[in-house]
Every structure is written in structure tokens, then in C-alpha cells.
């Protein structure tokens, strides 16, 4: 008999471009995966007729109607009014001291360029602690481990970015291969390559690399 993985999944929904698509598979799930709403996201889970488990921040951009609304359905709310955290870095926080293990984010860009690049550096800053991912429409987007291994669909889109760099990346099952080369934000870029094997293999030496690899909807196998 397979046994049950014990990693524990939650998704942090932030005040950006919020698709509903992303979120099905998480909400119809059995059980549900637990939904932490970063502040002023829960606006919009309020319209979509989502209910979140968590909503966390410094509920300066939460509507208090919909405040009230989360309070009386037994919504945990955790206000948390440092300011040496924004309300994404919060609720990793939050789901981190609940011994989530993978957690993924989406909402994470979209409306402001500088919040955009903000989360970005706090995803590089959490990657090390916990298996964090951005997702949005598309694509999923992470800080690799030294060596990857994926399946994946031939002739599909993979980005690779160096943040700041990696080096002696080496790559396997790419149109355009990396053999002991560096990918340097500024320098060199890797981005819309394209996967021409079903396998995909990634290594680099050090540094830090950003993949963006398209989810196809399966987050969660």
C-alpha cells in the first residue's frame, strides 16, 4: 500500500491578480487545502465566494464589511501590524508556525510592479526554509534546488534566471543547453527555452536559480 504523504500544503492568496481557475483546485479538494488571505486578497475571495481559513496582515486593506463577514464564519484573523513585514511575508510566516511544509502563493503580482519585485525577494528569502512556489495562470515559478528532475510536455516553454546568479548550471532535455555556463541577472539570461525531452534534468554548482516552468494544472500530484 502507498503510503500517505505527510507534506502539509496550504496557498497564501495576496492582493494581486487573483484568478479563480488557480484557486478551483485547491478549494474542491478532499479536504480542502487551508487558504491563508493576505489582508486586502480577502476583498476579492469575498466576491468570488471563497472562504479562507486564515486572513493575515495588518487588516489596513481588508473592507470591514468583509471583515465582519470572514469574523462571524469562524475565520481565523491574525492582525499583525509589523512593519518590517508586508502581509505576504506574514502570512509565510504564519503558515510556517503552523508546520505547512509546501506552500504556494498566487495574487503575488499584477497590480504593482515594485509589490511584484518585493515578493519575488521574499520568495528567494523563504526558499531555503520551506518548499515555496509562485503560481499563477500558467506557470509555476521557484528557487531550484541544485539538481531538479522533472517530467514535463515537449515543446513547451521553461525559463531559466539566475537571481542574482547561478553558476555551473548544466542542463538536460533543453533546445538550448547549458553545459557549465552562468546565468547572471544583468549579464545573461535564460529565459523561453524550450523543453525538447519529456524528462527535464537542471544542475548548477551555487547561486541561486528561478525556474518558470508551466504547471499544467497539476500542483498538487
Known amino acids: 500500500m502507498k503510503k500517505k504523504s505527510k507534506t502539509k500544503i496550504c ?27 493576505a489582508d486586502g486578497a ?27 463577514f470572514y469574523a462571524g464564519r469562524k475565520v481565523t484573523i491574525e492582525e499583525l501590524r509589523d512593519q518590517g513585514h508586508n502581509d505576504l511575508e506574514k502570512a509565510i510566516i504564519s503558515a510556517i508556525s503552523k508546520k505547512f511544509s ?34 499563477d495562470y500558467e506557470y509555476e515559478i521557484f528557487f531550484a534546488k541544485h539538481k531538479e528532475e522533472f517530467d514535463y510536455r515537449k515543446g513547451e516553454t521553461i525559463s531559466l534566471e539566475g537571481m542574482p546568479a547561478a553558476y555551473g548550471i548544466r542542463t538536460y532535455g533543453l533546445k538550448f543547453g547549458l553545459k557549465n555556463q552562468t546565468l547572471e541577472f544583468g549579464k545573461k539570461e535564460g529565459a523561453l527555452n524550450e523543453a525538447i525531452e519529456e524528462h527535464i534534468k537542471i544542475v548548477f554548482k551555487k547561486g541561486d536559480l528561478l525556474i518558470f516552468r508551466k504547471h499544467f494544472s497539476r500542483l498538487l500530484e
Open 102 to 135: 509546501r506552500i504556494f502563493v498566487t495574487g503575488f503580482g499584477g497590480k504593482r510592479d515594485d509589490h511584484t519585485i518585493n515578493n519575488f525577494s521574499i520568495l528567494k528569502k523563504y526558499s531555503k526554509k520551506v518548499d515555496i512556489r509562485f503560481i
Open 11 to 37: 496557498i497564501i492568496v495576496c492582493n494581486g491578480i487573483i484568478s479563480q481557475h488557480i484557486l478551483k483546485p485547491f478549494i474542491y479538494r478532499t479536504p480542502p487545502i487551508p487558504i491563508f488571505s
Open 42 to 68: 480577502s476583498n476579492t475571495l469575498y466576491k468570488l465566494k471563497i472562504r479562507p481559513q486564515f486572513i493575515v496582515g495588518d487588516l489596513d486593506s481588508i473592507k470591514r464589511k468583509v471583515l465582519n
